[in-house]
């Protein structure tokens, strides 16, 4: 008697290496965030000085092999001051968008599901956000809350980061968890008595998962841009936290002249990481979604 051997089942192609592939500016993008993610752990044994130290025997010195970015007017590294910054635009930047983006996706997985006047209501509350400039809507609270640190973090300034970012990842969590509800499962839920929490948590949420993904990493870009601007207005991190909003603000643009790298290396830090996010995100969105692949 002999026994069949089944083919060998089929390798499952390499997610990482199919986004790769397919989407070689997202992947360029993913190594600069990765990168930017080391640094920040590891800055305490990258960086060749304190960010904090002060050496006014070295004010305003040029780029050199001791000071890669040179320093500025207090006579701080800036090589040391961008890559701890980098920590800074991290943790407020991914926090925030994982508060406004779970918000905002719960509150649109509700309305999708449930319609109706709930839908009406919030739907009009969230046009009423979104006709606000971010960066009003951001300053406004965080001018209302003021700080509140916990663990070395402006909770507040968080807060005031999300709350931004809740209606637009609201409006386009909507719009999946429309389609979801139509769906045969949603009906044969229903149809078996499950209660409304188990269906938006088990059948709906699981559905609109990849277009939250999108929307978190897309809006991580946004959160680091606007606390390097409220950081530059004043109402964000203060010193002598390192902070790239920051080192463009006080005495940065009396020296521009003289001392030019003061304002180009933390300018180009934060244009790259938000490049670096969007690119990121659109690129997600490519390949995710199912529409955009040929």
Not at 197 to 208: D, G, K, S, Y
Request: aromatic content about 12%.
């Amino acid at each position: 008697m002999t026994l069949a051997v089944s083919a060998p089942a089929r390798a499952r192609p390499n997610a990482l290496w199919s986004f790769i592939t397919a989407q070689p500016l997202g992947a360029v993008s993913l190594l600069f965030i990765l990168i930017m993610v080391f640094a920040s752990l590891f800055a305490v044994w990258i960086v060749p000085h304190d960010p904090l130290k002060l050496d006014f025997a070295e004010i305003l010195s040029p780029p050199s092999w001791s000071y890669p970015f040179g320093t500025d007017n207090l006579g701080r590294c800036v090589f040391s001051r961008v890559i701890f910054g980098a920590r800074t635009a991290l943790v407020i930047g991914i926090l925030a968008s994982l508060v406004g983006s779970t918000i905002g996706g719960l509150i649109g997985v509700v309305q999708g599901y449930f319609g109706g006047r709930l839908d009406f209501y919030v739907s009009r509350f969230i046009d009423i956000l979104l006709s606000f400039p971010i960066i009003v809507l951001a300053l406004v609270v965080v001018a209302m809350l003021g700080k509140k640190i916990v663990l070395g973090v402006d909770m507040n300034l968080v807060v005031a980061i999300a709350i931004p970012i809740i209606p637009k990842v609201a409006r386009v969590v909507r719009s999946a968890s429309l389609s979801v509800r139509e769906m045969p499962y949603v009906d044969a839920a229903r149809a078996s008595g499950f209660s409304h929490q188990r269906i938006v948590l088990r059948h709906m949420v699981p559905n609109v998962f990849a277009p939250f993904i999108i929307m978190f990493t897309a809006f991580v870009a946004q959160a680091i841009l606007l606390e390097a601007s409220l950081s530059f207005l004043g109402l964000g991190v203060t010193e002598p936290t390192p902070a790239w909003g920051l080192m463009l603000a006080g005495n940065a643009a009396d020296f521009y002249r003289e001392a030019p790298w003061m304002i180009i290396f933390p300018g180009l830090a934060i244009s790259l990481s938000v490049f670096a996010f969007n690119l990121f995100g659109d690129a997600l969105r490519d390949h995710l979604d199912p529409r955009f692949k040929v």
